[in-house]
């Protein structure tokens, strides 16, 4: 069963980059898409985007301009990039394996997730 | 932008059936999942593609979609169903989820 695990700093100061890295386990990342998903303490899911194992993404339009998202093979990992955050990206990160149709995706499994405040 | 929009609470009594929704503008030509998020957990897939469980999700989970509205079936709920429920579905190369819905079994 393929495990997911996210790892990144514990806080992030305001106007500074969120870098996080989830490794995958006991399965490969390639021929999968794989996502970051983000969920405020007490509140709703978001997706923030998705990438292929061939390094292909799909970004939410509503975080696009402040998003990358890359994979290495080598290393079964891949990893999320957020640029100029703000209390408002204070979080719980979620990576997922990404199940990716022509009009349909869902998520399964999902990791652990990290709680990354962002703070001065 | 696409949304789906779900009661942000549902209570059931333990044997009984509980049914969560979700609705969203012409929803039934989409394809809906469902995840359960129990506290301090992370989500769990039990339902994709509208009506199919995951290996391993019991049998009371089943899900329907149809028109504007996908929705969620837990027969015979148990009290280890408590949890916030999730709809999910795909827009124009976005992911939407609903707002969530808890689900309280008393």
């Known amino acids: 069963q393929v495990q997911l695990q996210e790892s990144g700093p514990g806080l992030v100061k305001p106007s500074e980059t969120l870098s996080l890295t989830c490794t995958v386990s006991s399965g490969s990342i390639s021929n999968y898409f794989w996502s970051w998903i983000r969920q405020p303490p007490g509140k709703g899911l978001e997706w923030i985007g998705y990438i292929s194992y061939s390094g292909s993404t799909s970004y939410n339009p509503s975080l696009k301009s402040r998003v990358t998202i890359s994979v290495d093979t080598s290393k079964n990992q891949l990893s999320l990039r957020l640029s100029s955050v703000t209390a408002a990206d204070t979080a719980f990160y979620y990576c997922?394996?990404?199940?990716?149709?022509?009009?349909?995706?869902?998520?399964?499994?999902w990791g652990q997730g990290t709680l990354v405040p962002v703070s001065s | 932008s696409y949304d789906l929009t779900q009661p942000p609470s549902v209570s059931v009594s333990p044997g009984q059936t509980a049914s969560i929704t979700c609705s969203g503008d012409k929803l039934g030509d989409k394809y809906a999942s469902w995840y359960q998020q129990k506290p301090g957990q992370s989500p769990v897939l039990v339902i994709y593609e509208d009506r199919k469980r995951p290996s391993g999700i019991p049998e009371r989970f089943s899900g329907s979609n149809s028109g504007s509205t996908a929705t969620l079936t837990i027969t015979g709920t148990q009290a280890m169903d408590e949890a916030d429920y999730y709809c999910q579905a795909w827009d124009i190369n976005t992911v939407v989820f609903g707002g969530g819905t808890k689900l309280t079994v008393l």
């Open positions: 997922a394996r990404t199940h990716n149709g022509y009009d349909r995706t869902w998520f399964d499994p």
